[in-house]
């Protein structure tokens, strides 16, 4: 019911810059959180950005100062600036969407299909 669509991944040399733009569709209530992770080749997805319902916001220290979260509620978009980028930046980039949920652990996290970032050197 729930779907998020990613986009703007693709192809940048180092210190370039990317904008990632997730958009949700369906019904969406009680957001907790929106975030983006990445999982480079041969690693674990680790956090990259998160903002909260209230529009706290927390950075992987890797990417603090280069990476920038932001959202548009009325377009149900959530965003992720990347500036400054690293070769160590490449990654499948994944939307994360949390939502309040009825059953333990009283949330639930809907995922985006992913978009690739490479950033050569």
């Known amino acids: 019911q729930v779907q998020l669509v990613e986009s703007g991944g693709g192809l940048v040399q180092a210190g370039g810059s990317l904008r990632l733009s997730c958009a949700a569709s369906g019904s969406i209530f009680s957001i907790n959180a929106r975030g983006w992770y990445r999982q480079a080749p041969g690693k674990q997805r680790e956090l990259v950005a998160t903002?909260?319902?209230?529009?706290?916001?927390n950075y992987a220290d890797s990417v603090k100062g280069r990476f920038t979260i932001t959202r548009d509620n009325a377009k149900n978009t959530v965003y992720l600036q990347m500036n400054f980028l690293k070769p160590e930046d490449t990654a499948v980039y994944y939307c994360?969407?949390?939502?309040?949920?009825?059953?333990?652990?009283?949330?639930?996290?809907?995922w985006g299909q992913g978009t690739q970032v490479t950033v050569s050197s």
């Open positions: 903002i909260t319902s209230g529009g706290s916001t």
């Open positions: 994360n969407l949390r939502v309040a949920a009825t059953m333990v652990p009283y949330e639930y996290d809907y």
